[in-house]
């Protein structure tokens, strides 16, 4: 009962698949993971134990509590590990009904080569980055130079530039694509709790059909277009995965603006970067998501019987446990980029912005060049000053509940 109100009741409140902005506001009063955090530490000295069976009705279900089981059972997917979990099928099925995620056996060996091959997942820098780049300084440069940004604004930008860069310039000002696939994945909370919408998902699967087929070039729908595929990999399936990767994406990048306006080293150290090659902004981004994940549940089910464990266990790897463990990290509640520089952070197989093993997120390149040029773009003409009252800067623990919707800041040109 402890695990179900303290960690698993304020991550399903908060909106796995779509943020609510009202209960994440609640939860940042609540520093809602702390508790979790520290409960989870409780379970780890009581057990003992890298695994712990939960008690849940009708079905068999346990928490990861080791480091070292995190690596194994993210290296270890898909088979004995399977990402398609029952849990992850049902929410996400609602919006990507043939997305990599939930499928299984050859379907997925096909869609991952596919994504993988569309996002050239091994590359640093994707090949359309120059263009990227130009999209995104158009988009920048149509901010006010003076003034205030809060979380409307930087999502309205946000949107502009991701349409453009997966659909095209075609799909700038198709904001009726986005709220509808927002619809689906706010009714994809509730799991197999709500009814598939189906006429909803056919619309907005036929409008990313639409955007597709006009294959515009400098977009990714043009690279997909090249991609050889089958008949089943379901590309808008595909596109639509990739949209709610983006969406977590705006609120990580939203949150690292928080924390570079409020550590002057940090910001100093990425303003004397050029890019694209950004390594400290990325560094910048991915300690942002080590501080508040994503993706607060990781989960697979176990394919065959594991450590007494029946086959169809579902495992849950709560990350904000692993990344704010200050038991064993020193700097646990600190923004501390340099940890994705210097080494410290690829020795600690738990630390997962983007999960890792072969179900590590295709798009990480991508998402981090996006991002990191996003940041760049912004830093470099104006200075922000957070005026939403987060204590953020280096003097303080950073919270470990952070609302993105809630943060303001004040903002004049760069002096």
Not at 70 to 97: I, M
Not at 270 to 288: F, N, Q, Y
Request: a neutral charge; proline letters at 8%.
């Amino acid at each position: 009962m402890k695990v179900a109100a303290t960690v698993l009741g304020p991550t399903l409140a908060g909106g796995v698949i779509k943020r609510r902005p009202k209960m994440m506001g609640l939860l940042e009063k609540m520093q809602a993971d702390t508790n979790a955090v520290r409960l989870m530490q409780d379970l780890r000295s009581r057990y003992r134990a890298p695994l712990v069976e939960l008690a849940v009705p009708g079905r068999s279900f346990a928490l990861v509590l080791s480091a070292d089981e995190v690596g194994r059972v993210l290296a270890e997917s898909p088979e004995p590990f399977s990402p398609a979990n029952l849990e992850k099928r049902a929410a996400l099925e609602k919006f990507q009904p043939h997305g990599v995620l939930i499928s299984k056996g050859g379907e997925r060996a096909r869609r991952r080569a596919f994504n993988e091959k569309a996002l050239e997942t091994p590359q640093p820098l994707h090949h359309l980055t120059p263009v990227v780049q130009a999209k995104i300084q158009e988009e920048v440069a149509a901010l006010p130079a003076a003034g205030t940004l809060d979380w409307e604004q930087f999502a309205a930008v946000w949107w502009r530039i991701v349409r453009r860069v997966v659909l095209g310039d075609g799909a700038r000002d198709d904001n009726t694509t986005t709220e509808l696939l927002d619809r689906l994945r706010r009714s994809s909370n509730w799991a197999y709790l709500t009814p598939r919408h189906s006429g909803l998902q056919e619309r907005v699967l036929a409008r990313l059909r639409g955007h597709l087929t006009r294959a515009e070039a400098g977009s990714l729908a043009e690279v997909i277009a090249q991609t050889p595929q089958s008949d089943d990999d379901d590309p808008a399936s595909q596109v639509g995965h990739w949209l709610f990767a983006f969406d977590a994406a705006a609120m990580v990048s939203f949150r690292a603006l928080a924390l570079l306006a409020t550590h002057p080293q940090a910001r100093e150290q990425a303003l004397a970067e050029t890019p694209p090659d950004l390594p400290h902004l990325r560094a910048s981004v991915l300690d942002t998501v080590r501080l508040w994940p994503t993706t607060p549940a990781i989960l697979r089910d176990i394919t065959k019987e594991i450590d007494d464990l029946p086959a169809g266990t579902g495992l849950l790897v709560y990350t904000p446990f692993f990344h704010r463990d200050d038991q064993n990290l020193p700097y646990a509640h600190s923004f501390v980029p340099e940890i994705w520089l210097d080494g410290r952070a690829q020795q600690n197989p738990a630390l997962v912005p983007f999960s890792a093993g072969p179900g590590e997120c295709p798009a990480r390149n991508l998402v981090l060049m996006v991002t990191s040029v996003l940041l760049a773009a912004l830093l470099e003409k104006r200075d922000f000053l957070l005026t939403s009252g987060q204590k953020l800067g280096p003097a303080h623990a950073l919270p470990s509940t952070l609302d993105n919707f809630g943060l303001t800041f004040s903002v004049r040109p760069r002096r």
